[in-house]
T-cell receptor, first 115, second 110 residues
């Protein structure tokens, strides 16, 4: 299996621009998670889906952030408009089973820099 | 709210020395998971503990889950340079979200 695939691996953009991060979970996994990692705040869960349905988006920082999962093999995290404080590494993870009782497989991450 | 606290924040050891990181929860956990993140990498699942008082070993790594299922530890015997990275514990919150501790950064001097 190829593991969780994320693209792009690096993104540098200017403040105000739209950013779209993409994720392909491991085939057969039915839960997908978006995390953000910074030195200051550590690893934060932004949103998670189960069977393509958003279950908990309480970690999404504000309306500038949105996430979709149109099918079992693809998810996007969009930031519009982006701000410098959004600079972080964004990880997508997937698991077989719902939520906190199953091991999660992380993708390589997207390092986002907003100037 | 339900928190997972992890100590120490950082540890720098001489190669061959032992290392331990501790994880504490304010509430009882149904399970606890441990992950390792190498510098520049992504978190990788190490193990899950489910039973009260459970102890599991992976080569030089020993994982324990407390009797009250509120704390856990990871102990590495005779550290090697390949052990460097950040070790995270994580526990489920309100049943379905993993909450990660802040992590312990391990550096090993050779």
């Amino acid at each position: 299996d190829a593991g969780v695939i994320q693209s792009p691996r690096h993104e540098v953009t200017e403040m105000g621009q739209e950013v779209t991060l993409r994720c392909k979970p491991i085939s057969g996994h039915n839960s997908l998670f978006w995390y953000r990692q910074t030195m200051m705040r550590g690893l934060e869960l932004l949103i998670y889906f189960n069977n393509n349905v958003p279950i908990d988006d309480s970690g999404m920082p504000e309306d500038r952030f949105s996430a979709k999962m149109p099918n079992a093999s693809f998810s996007t995290l969009k930031i519009q408009p982006s701000e410098p404080r959004d600079s972080a590494v964004y990880f997508c993870a997937s698991s077989f089973g719902q939520g906190g009782s199953y091991e999660q497989y992380f993708g390589p991450g997207t390092r986002l820099t907003v100037t | 709210g339900q928190q997972v606290m992890q100590i120490p924040q950082y540890q720098h050891v001489q190669e061959g020395e032992d290392f331990t990181t501790y994880c504490n929860s304010s509430t009882t956990l149904s399970n606890i998971q441990w992950y390792k993140q190498r510098p520049g990498g992504h978190p990788v699942f190490l193990i899950q503990l489910v039973k009260s008082g459970e102890v599991k070993k992976q080569k030089r790594l020993t994982f324990q889950f407390g009797e009250a299922k509120k704390n856990s530890s990871l102990h590495i015997t005779a550290t090697q340079t390949t052990d460097v990275g950040t070790y995270f514990c994580a526990g489920p919150r309100y049943g379905n979200k993993l909450v990660f501790g802040a992590g312990t950064i391990l550096r090993v001097k050779s």
